[in-house]
């Protein structure tokens, strides 16, 4: 039997080679514009993962006076020490923790920037409410996502479901049988009016909600199929390991079967004042 190391596999199913994509920096750097601005000294990366968002927020602030404070937050131990390896900034601070109780571990902040990571959250309503405790009043809250219901361009949903059926079917290649169908409870996904709806509900007006179009490249969905989350997402209760290679192949497979190179997809990116 073979002992499993999870930092290995942490390392392996990490999120970093999918931020490498150009398209990834375009999606967030176009919603951090809209939020970070001098005067907003405390600033919170939630959900900030291996770091990639927290240094574009430091990019942005960089020569900032007075300097402001980013404090990291995210449940993962290894996610942080990446993190916390990668970024040597003074004004970056990591703590472990979860936006469901995000008001025990900050008191009080200026913006909070929630990026890739919203879909992942079983209970959206008592999240937004956590968050809206810590932002003051005028307080901004910037979330994206690309797993939300609107996030397939028309025409390509085909595309998506046919990724899942021939991943399944090369999963049953090798005797693995998937149980379940359509996303992990914790993959529950809004449509852009259920975040509206939410975030009014919270004590937020909304200013702006938007739909980013981009291509995502075959290297881009390799890697995507690589993470974890998605994985997890994509095939419920199916092995990293399988489920990874499952989904190569059967992207392989259903892009030769519809003759792509890429498939377009929406990214929705929304700005919420605290009123
Ligand atoms: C896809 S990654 C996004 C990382 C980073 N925000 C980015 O855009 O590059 C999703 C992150 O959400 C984190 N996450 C999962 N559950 C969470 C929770 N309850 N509270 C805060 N973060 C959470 C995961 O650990 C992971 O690092």
């Given at each position: 039997?073979?002992?499993?190391?999870?930092?290995?596999?942490?390392?392996?199913?990490?999120?970093?080679?999918?931020?490498?994509?150009?398209?990834?920096?375009?999606?967030?750097?176009?919603?951090?514009?809209?939020?970070?601005?001098?005067?907003?000294?405390?600033?919170?990366?939630?959900?900030?993962?291996?770091?990639?968002?927290?240094?574009?927020?430091?990019?942005?602030?960089?020569?900032?006076?007075?300097?402001?404070?980013?404090?990291?937050?995210?449940?993962?131990?290894?996610?942080?020490?990446?993190?916390?390896?990668?970024?040597?900034?003074?004004?970056?601070?990591?703590?472990?923790?979860?936006?469901?109780?995000?008001?025990?571990?900050?008191?009080?902040?200026?913006?909070?920037?929630?990026?890739?990571?919203?879909?992942?959250?079983?209970?959206?309503?008592?999240?937004?409410?956590?968050?809206?405790?810590?932002?003051?009043?005028?307080?901004?809250?910037?979330?994206?996502?690309?797993?939300?219901?609107?996030?397939?361009?028309?025409?390509t949903s085909g595309f998506w479901r046919r990724w899942i059926v021939r991943s399944?079917?090369?999963?049953?290649?090798?005797?693995?049988?998937?149980?379940?169908?359509?996303?992990?409870?914790?993959?529950?996904?809004?449509?852009?009016?259920?975040?509206?709806?939410?975030?009014?509900?919270?004590?937020?007006?909304?200013?702006?909600?938007?739909?980013?179009?981009?291509?995502?490249?075959?290297?881009?969905?390799?890697?995507?199929?690589?993470?974890?989350?998605?994985?997890?997402?994509?095939?419920?209760?199916?092995?990293?390991?399988?489920?990874?290679?499952?989904?190569?192949?059967?992207?392989?497979?259903?892009?030769?079967?519809?003759?792509?190179?890429?498939?377009?997809?929406?990214?929705?990116?929304?700005?919420?004042?605290?009123?």
């Open positions: 039997m073979t002992a499993i190391n999870p930092a290995a596999e942490d390392e392996k199913f990490s999120f970093t080679p999918f931020t490498r994509h150009p398209f990834f920096t375009h999606v967030n750097k176009w919603i951090l514009e809209r939020v970070i601005c001098p005067g907003r000294q405390v600033i919170v990366d939630l959900g900030c993962g291996p770091g990639a968002v927290t240094e574009l927020i430091l990019e942005h602030v960089r020569g900032q006076q007075p300097p402001p404070r980013v404090i990291g937050v995210d449940p993962s131990p290894s996610a942080l020490a990446k993190a916390r390896a990668a970024i040597s900034s003074k004004l970056a601070e990591f703590v472990q923790g979860s936006a469901e109780w995000l008001s025990k571990l900050v008191k009080s902040a200026d913006a909070v920037v929630f990026l890739n990571a919203i879909h992942l959250m079983p209970d959206k309503p008592q999240v937004l409410k956590e968050i809206r405790r810590v932002l003051k009043p005028g307080g901004l809250l910037a979330f994206n996502s690309t797993f939300f219901n609107g996030a397939y361009v028309e025409g399944v079917q090369a999963l049953r290649e090798k005797g693995i049988e998937v149980t379940h169908n359509g996303h992990a409870a914790a993959m529950e996904w809004y449509s852009a009016d259920q975040y509206t709806a939410a975030l009014k509900e919270a004590g937020f007006r909304p200013t702006t909600v938007e739909l980013l179009r981009i291509d995502m490249t075959r290297a881009a969905l390799i890697d995507i199929g690589r993470f974890s989350l998605f994985i997890e997402g994509a095939l419920p209760g199916v092995p990293l390991e399988e489920g990874a290679k499952a989904l190569e192949v059967g992207l392989e497979r259903t892009m030769s079967e519809l003759k792509v190179e890429s498939v377009p997809r929406h990214w929705l990116e929304v700005v919420a004042e605290a009123v």
